[in-house]
């Protein structure tokens, strides 16, 4: 079955940029929506954005210019970028498949990620 | 604050029937469909309802969902202590273009 992992730093420095990749196995990449979506204590659940096979993305307003998410379907991968961070940004950080009116189906384990000096 | 508005918390005791509501305006669950999460301690959310009232397969029948104008409900019958956890709802919003969750309300079985 379709499985969802994110990697990347686990400790980000204020001001820097917080990189993570998505790796999707078990399936294609080529349909759906594949968002990013994280969860602190101070914000609960809080939707990031999400790209489509077509590249078209959507943002979450609130994060608008700081936040690039990517599509790299020779890799079966999605990535996201925010920048700069500051430590308000410190969250469990879950990549996720969305699909329409079927709704948030497919999640990672979540990766948390740290921004402090 | 979210702009979908969950209680915090909710609690019943074992077979007793709970609902859970989220309220929010005519520009995300007035015109778009409701979903709803289930998060187990440690674990991601997992979707339980979608599309307002549908459950994927594996969900029990305990769990159901419901919609009238900008609110809804979620339902859960037969409580069971395997149903402590938090639960979300999520909408669309058409003014915001973006995706929306709500507050989350922890769930308690006495």
């Known amino acids: 079955q379709v499985q969802l992992q994110e990697s990347g730093p686990g400790l980000v420095r204020p001001s820097e940029t917080l990189s993570l990749t998505c790796t999707v196995s078990?399936?294609?990449?080529?349909?759906?929506?594949w968002s990013w979506i994280r969860q602190s204590a101070e914000r609960g659940l809080e939707w990031i954005g999400r790209?489509?096979?077509?590249?078209?993305?959507n943002y979450n307003p609130s994060l608008q210019g700081r936040v690039a998410i990517s599509l790299d379907t020779s890799k079966n991968q999605f990535s996201l970028k925010l920048s700069p961070v500051t430590a308000a940004d410190t969250a469990i950080y879950y990549c996720?498949?969305?699909?329409?009116?079927?709704?948030?189906?497919?999640w990672g384990q979540g990766t948390l990620v740290t921004v402090s000096s | 604050q979210s702009v979908l508005t969950q209680p915090p918390s909710a609690s019943g005791t074992p077979g007793q029937r709970v609902t859970i509501s989220c309220s929010g305006t005519s520009s995300n669950i007035g015109s778009n469909y409701v979903h709803w999460y289930q998060q187990l301690p440690g674990a991601a959310p997992k979707i339980l309802v979608y599309?307002?009232?549908q459950r994927p397969s594996g969900v029990p029948d305990r769990f159901s969902g419901s919609k009238s104008g900008t609110s809804a409900s979620l339902a859960i019958s037969g409580l069971r202590s395997e149903d402590e956890a938090d639960y979300y709802c999520?909408?669309?919003?058409?003014?915001?273009?973006?995706?929306?969750f709500g507050g989350g309300t922890h769930l308690t079985v006495l």
């Open positions: 599309r307002n009232n």
């Open positions: 999520s909408a669309w919003d058409d003014s915001l273009s973006g995706l929306l």
């Open positions: 996720a498949r969305e699909r329409g009116f079927l709704g948030t189906d497919l």
């Open positions: 078990g399936g294609s990449i080529n349909n759906y929506y």
């Open positions: 790209v489509y096979i077509s590249g078209s993305t």
